[in-house]
């Protein structure tokens, strides 16, 4: 499952800075581009496994999507994409072409992936919840 090795990456990656952090961390909040063909459900349930015995496994994976947002060479539209609903991937597929004159665009953003932020709760704000 792509999910379980895209978790198991972040992390190793994460693992050195978090065990240096004062504190429990609470959240781990992940970037994900909307091209990114990826369950937020399985990308979960893979962390909350791989973090187990780690600083991470009280942390909850919070993902969130990155829009698709694209570039025009041919009339210089920059901006969001239409999108298609595609029952084989049951959701909104974003439609790369320029949704102005139909050329081929650059894509700007969309690909993402990556942790953005850790929520750190520390000791003294621990004793108060
Ligand atoms: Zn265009």
Known sequence: MHEYSVASEMIHALLPKAETIDGRIVAVILKKGEMRILSDQALANAFELLAQGTVLENARLVVELVSVRVSCPACGYEGAVDHVSDDAFHFAVPILSCP???????????RELYVDSLTVQTPSEAEQA
């Open 100 to 110: 102005t004159c139909q050329s081929e665009v650059d894509m700007k953003a969309g």
